[in-house]
């Protein structure tokens, strides 16, 4: 059974960093792609990046709205995979979500992790 | 604006059928397979459907979904209490290089 679970999320204020981690088990994370989706208060689905495996290694991927601040990192040691975020703001505020990709889906989801950017 | 559009809200009674659709580009559902989340307040989005009108093991088959070009729609037959969710589009955008989520639609069962 794949398991996906969050941790990491907290206040910080505009301006600042955090960085939210997701540790997997259940599936072949040396193979895995995987992504962060964010969901702001009372709001939709947001993509906000992604890594992905080629025969280069890793590559990532980010949303407009995060690109430049935030960084995801990959842990194979550990199966983990974190997301560094910078230079925070307060539209920055959500439940951010790790998911594993497969079937052209975001196929697995964590419980998420919720940050709040606020002064 | 989002890349992919959902009405906000649809609504039916039990035994009802709704449909629920979701309207996109030729960069992300003109090109690349759609995916159907169901997300209950306080928890998690859940794969409903994947690849256009693949079901998950577990999820009940009155729950179908079909894609015509840019467009695509879920169907939920025989509706029941414990459909009352929102209900999320998505697909991979090739111009963005990133997945693109529809605004959710709110179902309501009266």
């Known amino acids: 059974e794949v398991q996906l679970v969050e941790s990491g999320g907290g206040s910080v204020k505009p301006g600042g960093s955090l960085r939210v981690s997701c540790a997997a088990s259940g599936l072949n994370f040396n193979t895995a792609w995987m992504s962060w989706v964010r969901q702001a208060p009372g709001k939709g689905l947001e993509w906000v990046g992604r890594f992905r495996r080629d025969p280069d290694g890793v590559s990532r991927d980010y949303a407009a709205p995060v690109k430049g601040r935030f960084t995801i990192l990959v842990e194979d040691s550990r199966n983990m995979m974190h997301l560094q975020m910078n230079s925070l703001k307060s539209d920055d505020t959500a439940v951010y979500y790790c998911?594993?990709?497969?079937?052209?889906?975001?196929?697995?989801w964590g419980q998420g992790t919720l940050v709040t950017v606020s002064s | 604006q989002s890349a992919v559009t959902q009405s906000p809200s649809t609504s039916g009674t039990p035994g009802q059928r709704v449909t629920i659709s979701c309207s996109g580009s030729t960069s992300n559902i003109g090109r690349n397979p759609v995916t159907w989340y169901q997300q209950f307040p306080g928890t998690a989005p859940k794969v409903l459907v994947y690849r256009d009108n693949q079901r998950p093991s577990g999820v009940p088959a009155r729950f179908s979904a079909s894609k015509s070009g840019t467009s695509a729609s879920l169907d939920i037959s025989g509706l029941q209490s414990e459909d009352e969710a929102d209900y999320y589009c998505a697909a991979w955008d090739d111009s963005l290089t990133g997945w693109v989520f529809g605004g959710g639609t709110k179902l309501t069962v009266l």
């Open positions: 998911t594993s990709d497969l079937e052209w889906a975001n196929f697995y």
